[in-house]
């Protein structure tokens, strides 16, 4: 089992900048990615940035340029780093760790999810 504990979500006007944090517990030799999801009203969760182990990156291509995911592996913890904030950026944000145990089962974590609002 993993626990992911989210922080750092909040509301900011268009322009500015917010860091997501996501803390990762339990089982944590078992994570290969952990990434950032969002999910606005009425619209379906989208992957938004990922990180493999091996630091391989992945974005969407509407924050390409505007955030950046990093990982701290000895503090097993995420971060997005999100500048240029946009309205259109407004959603639940959620940390996902997706893991693999040692007989090749497959998991998906999730962790709470953390609002992030941007005013225009």
């Known amino acids: 089992q993993v626990q992911l504990v989210a922080s750092g979500g909040g509301l900011v006007q268009a322009g500015g900048s917010l860091r997501l944090s996501c803390a990762a517990s339990?089982?944590?030799?078992?994570?290969?990615?952990m990434g950032w999801y969002r999910q606005a009203p009425g619209k379906q969760r989208e992957l938004v940035a990922a990180?493999?182990?091996?630091?391989?990156?992945n974005y969407v291509d509407s924050v390409k340029g505007r955030f950046t995911i990093s990982r701290d592996n000895a503090k097993n913890t995420v971060y997005l780093q999100m500048n240029s904030l946009k309205p259109e950026d407004t959603a639940v944000y959620y940390c996902?760790?997706?893991?693999?145990?040692?007989?090749?089962?497959?998991?998906?974590?999730w962790g709470q999810g953390t609002q992030v609002t941007v005013s225009s």
């Open positions: 990180i493999s182990v091996l630091g391989r990156l």
């Open positions: 996902n760790a997706h893991a693999v145990d040692p007989w090749g089962h497959e998991y998906n974590y």
């Open positions: 339990g089982s944590i030799f078992s994570i290969n990615t």
